[in-house]
């Protein structure tokens, strides 16, 4: 399985960006899908996560302001940032992970920079 991400960039304090994600191969066993991010010095954090009925759980970090969701026909999922500060500043990666035969599969990470 392979994980395509896009939509990283820099983008100025308060502003928006648009993450997606496409995996290669659509699941119709449980799964989960969802964003991590790492800034530098830092470990790898949950941002968002979606499940294949929609279940969705954010850190506290950006509830209210980044929202998840999933396109399954297009095997897409999207993480939507708004009112975006300078801590939000990492590599975001992708992950999808499979529930009934467990397995994780990560994307190749996409930066996004937060300037003051």
């Known amino acids: 399985v392979q994980l395509q991400a896009s939509g990283g960039g820099l983008v100025q304090a308060g502003g928006s960006l648009r993450l997606s994600c496409t995996a290669s191969e659509r699941f119709f066993s449980a799964n989960v899908m969802g964003w991590y991010r790492q800034a530098p010095g830092k470990q790898r954090e949950l941002v968002a996560s979606i499940s294949n009925v929609g279940n969705t759980n954010y850190a506290d970090s950006v509830k209210g302001r980044f929202t998840i969701s999933r396109d399954a026909a297009k095997k897409t999922v999207y993480l939507q940032m708004n009112s975006l500060n300078t801590e939000d500043t990492a590599v975001y990666y992708c992950?999808?992970?499979?529930?009934?035969?467990?397995?994780?599969?990560w994307g190749q990470g996409t930066q996004v920079t937060v300037s003051s």
């Open positions: 992950n999808l992970r499979l529930l009934v035969r467990p397995a994780d599969y």
